[in-house]
């Protein structure tokens, strides 16, 4: 794992939309995974500055997201195609057909979870995968107790994850009990993962995830064991782990090839 800590999230933002800056100019096909959430927003607003003002081109990006709310329609406004229209989608020139976000209304959920399998392996695979974590650890919707080789499927959400929702929905009661959710086995054939991770109240997490066993009961500490996880944080979010000031001092002596 590559740790990146930053004094707020502004900055690490900044840090990420550079990583994925170069990757899109590097790669004009690339395929980017997407996340939703309160984390990766200034990120989305980075890459939108980006384009309009350096010409950053997604127009042979593909892109596949996370999850997605079974039973909710895509236009209802607390659902993850209305997110990523409204902070990215609209605001750059990836094309729509190489847009892709699960379905929470397919009447088949098994069908099309195998389906949205065999898309990201026909894309080539996805390049970088931008994630958040949750305050259980989870990223995807990939729950505690989750399989550290499961696939794209139905999941049942915890209280703790419809509770972080509820706001989006006017209340937990709106919240929907299930989400189609790429799995860890996915996630973790992604070349690259990103995760951004911001303030105290992920501090927890990011420390069983970085520095803990690896465990289904933190799911992000599956990224112990990818080739090339990149955590970008404020230092809130790194606030619990022990090896901090080892981690501030490899990021500012890196050679300036491995810089961002």
């Known amino acids: 794992m590559e740790i990146i800590i930053q004094p707020d999230s502004r900055q690490a933002s900044q840090i ?3 990583i994925v800056a170069r990757l899109v100019r590097e790669k004009p096909h690339a395929v980017l995974g997407m996340a939703t959430g309160k984390t990766p927003l200034q990120l989305y607003r980075d890459l939108v500055l980006m ?8 127009g042979g990006i593909t892109s596949f997201n996370l999850d997605e709310y079974v039973g909710t329609p895509p236009a209802h406004p607390s659902s993850l195609h209305s997110y990523m229209w409204a902070h990215l989608f ?14 929470g209304l397919t009447a088949d959920i098994p069908a099309a979870c195998r389906k949205y399998e065999q898309a990201v392996r026909s894309a080539g695979g ?7 974590i949750g305050t259980n650890g989870h990223i995807g919707y990939n729950e505690p107790s989750s399989s550290l080789s499961s696939r794209t499927r139905i999941k049942t959400l915890t209280e703790e994850s419809r509770l972080d929702a509820a706001a989006a929905f006017g209340g937990e009661e709106g919240v929907p009990t299930h989400v189609i959710t790429m799995g860890l086995g996915t996630i973790m054939e992604s070349k690259m993962c990103l995760l951004l991770a911001f303030g105290k109240k992920k501090a927890r997490a990011v420390a069983l995830t970085v520095e803990g066993p690896v465990t289904a009961m933190v799911p992000g500490s599956i990224l112990q064991m990818h080739p090339r996880a ?13 090896m901090a000031d080892y981690y501030t001092w490899v990021h500012d002596h890196k050679p300036d090839w491995q810089k961002y």
């Open 90 to 103: 609209s605001h750059i020139n990836m094309p729509r057909e190489r847009i892709n976000i699960p379905d």
């Open 51 to 58: 384009h309009r003002e350096s010409g950053l081109d997604f």
């Open 126 to 132: 996805i390049d970088v995968q931008i994630l958040g």
């Open 16 to 18: 990420a939309a550079r």
């Open 230 to 242: 990149i955590l970008v944080l404020d230092k809130d979010a790194a606030s619990e782990l022990k």
